[in-house]
């Protein structure tokens, strides 16, 4: 059965600090998508990652891809409270559907 | 354009009661996946249409879960005889093509209450 693991699942950190949230998965997976999820709202896409070595920035988040260690990093520099929100890594499951299995979520709570 | 829409955006019922949730993917999208999220949970996957045909359910929990998606657009998800535990928010999402190599969008999700 495939599994994905976030850690940690909570993390408090004051603005300014960087940090970094890790994403493991079980099974061989070429993609990887992360999305941000605020409090009581749908999915937001934040990236899709293709390929082995993959890497994407979008502001102060930079997600990366490791296929071979089966392991995905979702790094925040600098962080903000406008990034305050739950973010969740997700690969696709077995067979060709396309249905996602997601890991745990990570809530990020950013203090000012 | 618009994107996925979800109907009723909140839901409340009692147990044992019979509940549909409606599911409008972005037009011409041909793939539409139904989610559960459960409270400090991530999504879990319950059905996949392509086109008209569930092509794979196996995420069903049970079978007083079931959906239609008649004419390969809207979509229902229908619930009989609901239990506390069915409590959740019931996410919909849809791609152009189904398989791993299509993007998927999430609606707003509606949120089921089971008292």
């Known amino acids: 059965e495939l599994k994905v693991e976030q850690n940690p699942l909570f993390l408090s950190m004051q603005e300014g600090k960087n940090y970094t949230i890790y994403c493991n998965y079980s099974t061989t997976s070429d993609r990887l998508y992360w999305y941000r999820q605020d409090p009581g709202k749908s999915l937001e896409s934040l990236f899709v990652?293709?390929?082995?070595?993959a890497v994407k920035q979008e502001g102060r988040l930079m997600a990366s891809l490791d296929t071979k260690a089966r392991l995905s990093t979702l790094h925040i520099t600098a962080a903000v409270h406008d990034l305050s929100a739950t973010y969740f890594c997700a690969v696709h499951g077995s067979g060709n559907t396309g249905k996602l299995i997601f890991g745990q979520g990570t809530t990020l709570q950013v203090k000012p | 354009g618009a994107g996925v829409s979800q109907t009723p955006s909140n839901k409340v019922t009692e147990k044992g009661k019979y509940v549909e949730l409606r599911c409008d993917p972005i037009s011409g999208h041909t793939a539409l996946y139904w989610y559960r999220q459960s409270l400090g949970q991530g999504p879990e996957f319950l059905i996949y249409f392509q086109g008209t045909g569930a092509a794979d359910d196996s995420g069903l929990p049970n079978d007083r879960f079931f959906a239609v998606r008649p004419e390969g657009s809207v979509s229902t998800l229908k619930i009989q005889r609901t239990e506390r535990g069915d409590s959740a928010v019931y996410l919909c999402a849809s791609s152009p093509w189904g398989g791993t190599y299509n993007e998927q969008f999430f609606g707003p999700g509606t949120r089921l209450t089971v008292l």
């Open positions: 990652l293709l390929s082995n070595g």
